[in-house]
């Protein structure tokens, strides 16, 4: 009993001196027992105090321009019917509309094709390993919308104003016109172009921290990146024969895809000044472009008078597409694919930022819909269309497959949100 008793008061604290010694033996004791103090929850890690967040993710919207769509040849021409027509034998050498002849005005082609600008979203996320910030990784992908441009011209009842198809003839040798509407050969027409473009990409990069002070910060980027484009071209024509009321329709496709897989190295130059920053990021891509062309083309031909060979029905071959070129082509090719981006963002929240940015990259040696078109056409393989009414190639297979590429180029600005954690 007396050593019980001992030992209770020997566990007894000594009574505080004052308040303040009172306040902080009960400090020292919620502490020691692990009890909650009145503070909330420990704030992230700090650095020189200052609030660390190792993640960002972002969300943006792309307002981009593209390289104009190249279109060498001319596609629809204007002219004067009088031209190679004879009253006494309607169907006669067609050069009304053809390159080179009195009147001919080229309406479409022998010009690149202005495109116009497009929407688009991109999402990033990013983050470091490690809580010094030397090592992290970041991954982002875009997709920017699919637009069409349109052009479009019709003749009247009667066929005004005249307008043609030029081609160079293989059979003749020699520039010529095929009739959409002509009032002295009797057609009444139309004719239109669409062209569509769709650009879309993603990338992963590893990063390295190089340099780190107050203000600057310097990293290093290696990683690979996946671009995507896929355009369409196609020409179309509805011609009515004012003789025998029979319609055709004739239909040219001509579509690309691009695909860039490769891996790319870069860097990022960041500078901080209180609740502004600015990053420069350069890229380089180096890796192969799978390169796909597609050629289709057909007429069909409708009505009450079947008189003109082959019949009604639909036959291959329009125009620039014709058996001799038709089918799906593809090619790999060593590509680069360089870019740069400027972004200025501003913190609004401690973990918030806003940011604006221009952005640029380039392409070369890609494929596009136009430049496969072949000016070069020999009608003799066309079922519609061969004066000798037989639709069985005579000389040159031409139009002939292309495969010509050329550089394209995107650009724009960004507009966006940033939230780290």
């Avoid at 033996?25 to 692990?34: D, F, M, P, R």
């Avoid at 695909?259 to 890796?287: C, I, M, N, P």
Wanted: charged share 15%; proline share 7%.
């Amino acid at each position: 009993m007396g050593l019980l008793s001992a030992g209770s008061v020997l566990a007894q604290p000594a009574p505080a001196t004052n308040s303040s010694e009172a306040k902080a033996t009960s400090e020292n004791k919620t502490a020691a027992e692990g009890s909650p103090g009145p503070a909330s929850s420990p704030p992230p890690a700090t650095a020189d105090n200052v609030t660390v967040y190792r993640s960002w993710a972002r969300v943006e919207y792309l307002l981009w321009w593209m390289k104009e769509a190249p279109l060498p040849v001319p596609v629809v021409t204007a002219g004067d019917p009088r031209v190679g027509f004879d009253p006494n034998f309607v169907h006669t050498v067609n050069t009304a509309g053809a390159l080179g002849q009195r009147g001919t005005q080229v309406l479409f082609g022998q010009h690149s094709i202005n495109e116009p600008p497009y929407s688009g979203v991109r999402l990033e996320l990013g983050g470091w390993f490690d809580d010094e910030e030397l090592f992290g990784a970041d991954g982002n992908g875009f997709i920017l919308e699919r637009r069409s441009k349109r052009f479009a011209v019709a003749s009247n009842a009667a066929g005004n104003p005249a307008l043609y198809f030029p081609i160079f003839s293989t059979l003749a040798g020699a520039e010529r016109g095929i009739p959409i509407a002509d009032p002295l050969r009797a057609f009444s027409g139309d004719a239109g172009v669409n062209s569509t473009l769709q650009l879309w990409g993603a990338e992963v990069n590893g990063m390295v921290n190089l340099f780190r002070n107050a203000c600057l910060e310097f990293t290093g980027l290696a990683g690979f990146r996946y671009a995507d484009l896929r355009e369409n071209l196609q020409i179309y024509d509805t011609t009515t024969d004012l003789l025998f009321g029979n319609v055709a329709n004739l239909n040219d496709s001509f579509t690309t895809k691009n695909q860039f897989y490769g891996g790319q190295l870069g860097s990022r130059l960041g500078v901080q000044l209180e609740h502004l920053f600015l990053d420069v990021t350069g890229k380089l891509a180096v890796g192969t472009t799978h390169q796909v062309v597609e050629v289709q083309g057909s007429i069909t031909q409708a009505g009450p008078n079947p008189l003109v060979p082959p019949g009604l029905g639909t036959f291959p071959g329009g125009l620039f597409a014709q058996p001799s070129n038709i089918g799906r082509r593809t090619r790999d090719r060593f590509t680069v694919l360089p870019s740069l981006e400027l972004r200025l963002s501003y913190e609004v929240a401690q973990r918030t930022r806003l940011f604006a940015g221009y952005e640029i990259l380039s392409w070369n040696q890609v494929v596009r819909p136009g430049n496969q078109i072949n000016h070069a056409v020999n009608l003799t393989q066309n079922a519609v269309l061969d004066p000798n009414g037989r639709g069985v190639l005579v000389g040159p297979a031409q139009p002939a497959p292309l495969f010509q590429r050329s550089d394209f180029w995107a650009q724009g600005i960004n507009l966006g949100l940033e939230y780290r954690y």
